[in-house]
Structures are given as C-alpha cells and as structure tokens.
C-alpha cells in the first residue's frame, strides 16, 4: 500500500491552456474525492465518486472543470481554459467506502499556477 | 450549510508549552469530527477524530473532546515538541455517500520554538 498518490506535483500553465490531473487512490477505496486547497485557506470540496459514479459536484466546480473515474480506479480532473484565479493546490483523497466515519486519504496534492 | 471555524493564527509557542487550538461547527446533522495536520512539505493526515457526542479522540498527546453542547471540538497537547510545528485543520463529514465530504476550516499554523 503506496497511499495515494496525484502527478504531476507541480503544473505551470499559461492562462488559456488546459491541463489535466491524474489521482491513483490506494488499492480498493471505493470513494475518491477531489478538494481545492487556496492559499491561507483549508481545502474545499470540489466532486466525489463512489467507484465509477460521480456523485457529487460542487458549486465550485464550473463548466470548464470535470472529473472521470473511468474505470472505478484512478481519476483525472481536468480544468479547460485556465484562469489566473485556478492557481491552487488540488488534493485528491479515497477511503475505503464501507463506512460512515472511514478516514479520508490524501495525496500530496497538485499545485497550479495560471500565468 | 456546514462550517467549521477556527481560531485566528499563526501561534507560536515555546517548547513544552501547554496547547489549546479552537475549533468550532454547525451542521444540519450528527456529524463526525476531525482534525488534520499538514507538516511541512507534506499531505494532509488525520492527526484524530470522534464520531458521537462526549467522544475524545487522542493520538500522538493531542486530544479532543466532541462537545455537542458547545457545538466545538478543541484540540489539545500538554507539551508540545519542536516537531508538533505544522498546519491544523479541523473538520467535519456528516455520514455516508456524498454527505461524506468533508468540510474544512482555514486552518491554523502552529510553530514550536526550542
């Protein structure tokens, strides 16, 4: 058992472009999650899965934002047209989905800056 | 909706000092508590948590009661250690599915002098 891990750590991308992340949560969590973490700020939700469903997506989660699970395995989240205001820390975490207090796992996050 | 709110930092304190970290919620529902640390350079771990009122959760010296009463969850140390020095977040999730995200407060940097 790895943890869960997100790549690239750092991504640093012109205003416009596209970017993608990828989380690989630990072997057999059911539930992942994506959070935003802003600079002075604790993490914020972003979407969650349960296997390969999206369940869940926030207000913040705008239409150039969206998130896949294809497989019910690894994610990616995908922000099109970055702006300057996506700078941030993106955190991905899973737990095991079995229960209703399981511990949620993070990786060590994805840092963007939008030039 | 849900909020958690923490006491204003940074803190500094000296080593050995007794620790007391603020942590305050609303929610709709019974939810569970937590608190995380960010250590330099890392990810966030769960440093402990409860799931019920009047549960305390400990680990590692730190402890914290669930204090339904007061709707606040306050973290502890009796002597803290230069290597206590790191980001606290208190949270909280209120259950199953998609009520089990959590929910953040800002966050609080706690620095530990020798």
């Known amino acids: 058992d790895t943890g869960v891990s997100q790549n690239p750590r750092h991504k640093i991308t012109k205003r416009g472009q596209n970017v993608t992340f990828r989380c690989d949560p630990i072997s057999e969590h059911n539930r992942l999650y994506w959070y935003r973490q802003t600079l002075g700020q604790g993490p914020e939700f972003l979407t969650y899965f349960q296997n390969e469903a999206q369940l869940e997506k926030s207000r913040l989660l705008s239409d150039r934002f969206s998130a896949e699970r294809p497989k019910g395995s690894f994610s990616t989240l995908e922000i099109q047209r970055t702006e300057q205001g996506d700078s941030a820390m993106y955190l991905c975490?899973?737990?095991?989905?079995?229960?209703?207090?399981?511990?949620?796992?993070f990786g060590p996050g994805t840092r963007l800056t939008v030039l | 909706g849900n909020s958690v709110t923490q006491m204003e930092g940074p803190v500094t304190l000296s080593e050995e000092a007794f620790l007391t970290i603020n942590c305050t919620y609303t929610?709709?529902?019974?939810?569970?508590l937590f608190w995380y640390v960010q250590y330099p350079g890392e990810g966030l771990q769960l440093l402990l948590k409860a799931t019920k009122a009047d549960d305390k959760g400990s680990n590692k010296g730190f402890e914290a009661t669930y204090r339904k009463e007061t709707t606040s969850f306050h973290l502890e140390k009796g002597s803290v250690q230069v290597s206590d020095s790191a980001v606290y977040f208190c949270?909280?999730?209120?259950?199953?599915?998609?009520?089990?995200?959590?929910?953040f407060g800002k966050g609080i940097t706690l620095s530990v002098r020798p």
């Open positions: 975490a899973s737990n095991p989905g079995t229960g209703r207090t399981d511990t949620q796992y």
């Open positions: 929610a709709t529902g019974y939810p569970s």
């Open positions: 949270a909280l999730s209120e259950g199953t599915g998609a009520n089990s995200k959590l929910t």
